[in-house]
């Protein structure tokens, strides 16, 4: 048993309990409302993790083939992949669908499908392909009352070996969304965005098997998600800086900390060095224009308790600096050695800095190491 | 002999012809001023690309203990970690150095000295310690002209497991000096800075073994850096964006760039959307204070020439969108399943989001793939 102030630092801890609650916090809406829930592993990206928040067979969507493929091999057999695909992916696509995975791609043009059809390998193929609706001119995705809605599902159809599967979109815009009103708004345009589309469809003689439709702020959102075949959302499983300043979550409730320790002192300016830097937290400072700005990171003791006003102010590689918001003297608090716990402002680009993660219960010791998927 | 354009993207792709190039001009540099170089090998993080521009027996200068393990079993023999030791880190420090590694840590104030000293387990240790000199009030380091500085080297002369070693700094605000004339005068007070402390130090019977300066803005900076014992710096080796900024490289210079596709476009907005978001080209957005600002990269073809005036605008975690400077009509020069190749905001950053690298010399194919040392 190796007590949590003796690893390397700087080092990506979860704790267990958190991620329990946050996980079941959202099982609990989706059985509350009968749908199927489809988590995102994109923020872990690891299998054991998944046990917690999606375990198999359970539905999931990732965000590269690498977590398709793993996750493929370790029993699970619905997944969605949500990226527009491209050729040069169709092979590993088609080799996780010949290993009788359901693995759905989806597409936002008449172009795509084209480069889709044009690349197909394996005659015998049946690819699930999804149309990305765009709910709010975010990113990516086709409008719902657009000619090319028609076209590209009609395109899908024309192909003999690709399989229309329905309809699915993200809106992006949520995380910005500070009100429970305009996460209400968001998560409504959300659902309306997919059941227009689908009915537009309908009228055309196409059915849509999978309406599919999430984020963390729009499936929290307290409305009734009626219509919609399912609900998608990953960051909720440890929450962050940025959940928790649109008030989705307290800071108590994130499961994610980066564990590090205390290097010196910028005494000039009031400043405390520690050994996390960019590579360590990310460079993502989400909270830059939330009403609490977070920095890189809000300070808690090597327990895990928040320490009121302190927080990662800046970074370079693997420097962090560490200050109060009313400029408090920091050699009253901390001294050189110190442990200390960094919540992340962005939990899925702060894990992303990492190749695994240790497992607390009790924030004293290590319980488990969770290995993670990364590359693409 | 794989073409660029049939691999998984997004990847990120070495131009080995540009990383030679790159690192003889400061071999030429070093040669000329007969110091010593001391490659920050934290940028790529790999034994292959180091063969480039720090071939064993090179010295060289790590960022964390995992590069100091792999490099040291690679046959590299003189490594200095180059962040503050802290007390879980000391048991490896021991095992490189009965390995009979050279590798010096480094320290900035007497608190890291004593907790070293508490921490040691070997009593057979000699472990060299430099002592970290603050030059720009920039980040760590104590001030050439303290008592503290005094106090740390006798610190260290007292403690018969320590071996004191010399000194090093790093100028860290040159990476915002936008003129010859102010990289100049860092490097100048960068140089000054270290001399000081060492005369300090000598007139108390301290001698400096080792005096080390650097970062790759002084060390391009056309000063003489007579007096110092050598020079450490990283990112030449492939370049960037901010580099580019400060005038310190062409464009055409740089050697690193993700290859990503395009995926669809943002109709509304002249956006085009490419699977490399911030997974792919990191968070970091460091010429934003610069003259031009790229973003979060440039924009090139597949074959790496640029494509003037788009840039990556904005990115989540799997997408990202690029637009042109005068919000040209992207159709008309792109279309979906188009490989492209966006040069790096930071490349440090950038690097640290993969776990291999591609390396092309004809822009065409690739020649090998090199591993990269990731974690702590």
Not at 231 to 256: E, H, K, P, Q, S
Not at 258 to 269: A, K, M, P, R, S
Not at 305 to 318: A, D, H, R
Request: net charge negative.
């Amino acid at each position: 048993m190796t007590a949590l102030d003796q690893i390397i630092t700087p080092a990506c801890v979860i704790q267990l309990n958190k991620l329990e609650q946050n996980a079941k916090r959202v099982f609990d809406i989706c059985e509350k409302q009968q749908l199927t829930l489809r988590p995102h592993v994109k923020t872990l990206k690891s299998l054991e993790a998944a046990r917690i928040y999606a375990p198999a067979p359970m539905p999931i969507t990732v965000s590269t083939l690498a977590e398709a493929t793993c996750f493929a091999e370790a029993g699970y057999t619905d997944i969605l992949y949500a990226v527009t695909l491209t050729p040069n992916k169709l092979t590993r696509v088609e080799t996780l669908l010949n290993s009788a995975v359901n693995l759905t791609v989806i597409v936002d043009s008449v172009a795509a499908v084209k480069a889709m059809s044009r690349s197909l390998t394996h005659a015998d193929s049946l690819i699930p392909v999804a149309i990305e609706i765009d709910c709010d001119s975010h990113r990516a995705g086709v409008k719902p009352d657009s000619q090319e809605l028609l076209d590209i599902a009609d395109e899908i159809s024309a192909v003999k070996s690709l399989r229309f599967a329905g309809l699915m979109t993200h809106a992006g815009a949520s995380y910005a969304a500070l009100t429970v009103e305009e996460q209400c708004s968001i998560a409504e345009a959300e659902r309306n965005a997919v059941l227009y589309a689908a009915d537009r469809l309908r009228a055309q003689g196409i059915e849509c098997e999978m309406l599919s439709v999430g984020s963390t702020p729009t499936i929290l959102a307290p409305i009734s998600h009626t219509g919609v075949t399912e609900l998608r959302a990953g960051v909720y499983a440890t929450f962050d800086c940025v959940m928790a300043g649109l008030n989705l979550c307290a800071y108590n409730d994130i499961a994610m900390s980066v564990l590090t320790t205390v290097i010196g002192f910028h005494c000039d300016e009031n400043g405390v060095l520690i050994d996390a830097g960019w590579m360590a937290l990310s460079r993502d400072n989400g909270t830059s224009g939330q009403a609490y700005n977070c920095g890189y990171g809000l300070v808690c003791n090597k327990s895990g308790e928040l320490l009121k006003g302190w927080f990662v102010e800046s970074t370079n590689q693997e420097h962090g600096i560490i200050r109060h918001k009313e400029n408090l003297d920091p050699q009253a608090v901390f001294s050189f050695g110190d442990v200390l716990r960094i919540l992340p402002i962005h939990a899925c680009a702060t894990a992303a800095q990492y190749s695994h993660y240790y497992v607390t219960s009790d924030d004293q010791t290590i319980d488990a190491t969770w290995q993670r998927i990364n590359g693409w």
